[in-house]
């Protein structure tokens, strides 16, 4: 991950992009990037999928060391690396539980970015085909030189056309934005 996409990353992020890099940066530095992403997402998964662990990390009420112990527990059971038990440990205890499902898709941003893949975040008016998104995916990807993750948003606002955004790089392209624009220069008239 170079500066840049860290910088943007934990811009946009916030304070779950603080926490995500503190991990990554221990994770790399211990050559357990692989197998701290892995354990995040099953921990992740685990936490769709369990309405206890949904409750534990969304309720501010439930104490903090009782918290630590809990999740400390989890990974323990899911042989999570010790590095990412001490960590549920430490966001436990500083009353963090609630942004841990964003401290992991900040990681898992930061693990695609380290890899040579970058995400797009695209807006739509309908739905894309799988061969669209091929192709746009394709198309960005020979436009940055990197691989795409494309996050799709639906929002018939735009009417028509596609907004892309990658990082702080924003490509309007829809209708909605020609309408204004030509609007905007027929005032001029």
């Known amino acids: 991950m170079d500066v840049n996409d860290r910088s943007l990353t934990l811009g946009r992020l916030g304070l779950a992009g603080r926490y995500a890099a503190a991990l990554f940066d221990l994770a790399v ?27 534990l990390v969304s309720e501010p009420r439930i104490r903090r060391d009782a918290a630590a112990g ?7 059971e899911m042989h999570a690396p010790s590095l990412v038990a001490d960590f549920l440990g430490v966001v436990a205890m500083n009353g963090r539980t609630r942004q841990l499902p964003a401290i992991i898709d900040a990681f898992g941003i930061m ?3 380290h890899q040579g893949v970058a995400t797009a975040d695209i807006t739509v008016a309908q739905p894309l085909t799988e061969s669209q998104q091929q192709a ?10 990197r691989q795409m993750d494309l996050a799709i948003r ?6 028509g056309g596609v907004v ?26």
């Open 29 to 55: 530095a211990q050559k357990a990037l692989g197998e701290t992403a892995a354990a995040l997402e099953a921990l992740q998964a685990r936490i769709a999928d369990t309405p206890d662990l949904k409750v």
């Open 164 to 189: 892309v955004r990658i990082g702080s790089e924003q490509v309007d392209a829809s209708i909605r934005t020609r309408l204004d624009r030509l609007g905007q220069q027929m005032k001029g008239l």
């Open 111 to 113: 693990v695609r970015s």
């Open 136 to 145: 746009l995916a394709a198309k960005l990807k020979a436009r940055t030189g």
């Open 70 to 76: 809990a999740l400390r527990a989890v990974a323990a």
């Open 154 to 159: 639906i929002d018939p606002a735009i009417l």
